[in-house]
């Protein structure tokens, strides 16, 4: 069962303005990947659903990251169908967040009252989104379907959008003022947060320090 409801998942993502994505294969590097970030004051936290038993993986992160990091807002990517999302549901997540607008998946999570974020590309796929019950709905690939000016160009008729983009977000404050000043709620940001090097060297100072940066950049942004 969820321990957070999809109205405190909204309003962290609203208030911390980031969201990491990240998977590996690796029980030990996702737990220290988790306890960086947390320590970096990250308080959401997207394992995406990308390799063999993954399921089996996220179970057992989520588990700990309860006990060892229990403010920690643990939510699931890469969903693009409503029995994976159940799967994950039952696993404990609390929130849903997919490439695509699946209505099996809005239903499933409605039911359960589970966050869920689909990847939207157009301001009618927004729409739909928010008439399936969607709070935040994300921009995925965010640079791909045209960066902070297609966020800025969505809010003249729908300012109320809650958006996340996904995809060409960087840890940086040139990057990061470009999508917060065209309106984003929030941001998920992946490998930029998280280099191949820096994984293999377990340096995980740098991503506390990254994310430490980050959410001071963010926070700066949205006075």
Known sequence: MARFSRIKVAQTMAETGMVPVFYNKNIEVCKSVVKACYDGGVRLFEFTNRGDFATLVFAELNKWTIENCPEMIMGVGSIVDEATAAMYIALGTNFVVAPLIDEGTAKVCNKRKIAWSPGCGSVTEIGKAH?????????????????????????????????????????????????????????????????KEVLEEKNYEYITNKCEEALKIIGDLKK
């Not at 379907?145 to 995809?167: D, E, H």
């Open 131 to 195: 008439e399936l019950g969607a709070e935040v709905v994300k921009i995925f690939p965010g640079s791909q379907v045209g960066g902070p000016g297609f966020v800025k160009a969505v809010k003249g008729p729908m300012p109320y959008a809650s958006i996340m983009p996904t995809g060409g977000v960087s840890p940086t404050e040139e990057n990061l003022k470009q999508w917060f000043d065209a309106g984003v709620t929030c941001v998920g940001m992946g490998s930029q947060l998280f280099p």
